[in-house]
């Protein structure tokens, strides 16, 4: 049986980041253009979304406006809470 290597990946930390960019048309400076870029990473550091937005920064025209950008682990210990009462319904 073969494992796929995004699960690989979230078993050694590796979590689904997702980046929303904003950046200026490289032709008409005044126009934003949003892009979405998602792939594994790790926090806090994340050393793929800095790789890439190195090379954006250096090989693309549209200068960066802004990156937000949201990171979360899909594997991770389970949660679970005491619950101390009951709801009965009809």
């Known amino acids: 049986m073969r494992v796929s290597p995004e699960f690989r990946l979230q078993m050694q930390g590796y ?3 997702t980046a929303h960019i904003l ?3 490289p032709d008409f400076r005044s126009v934003l253009q949003t892009f979405v870029w ?7 550091d994340f050393p793929h979304m800095r790789k890439f937005l190195d090379f ?3 090989n693309l ?3 960066l406006h802004s990156v937000r950008y949201n990171h979360q682990r899909l594997i991770r210990p389970g949660e ?3 619950v101390d009462g009951e709801f ?3």
């Open 80 to 82: 679970w809470r005491a």
């Open 38 to 44: 998602q792939d594994y990473d790790i926090a806090p």
């Open 23 to 25: 950046y200026h048309m």
């Open 61 to 63: 025209d549209g200068p």
């Open 88 to 90: 009965t319904l009809h």
């Open 15 to 17: 979590g689904l980041t």
């Open 56 to 58: 954006w920064e250096q």
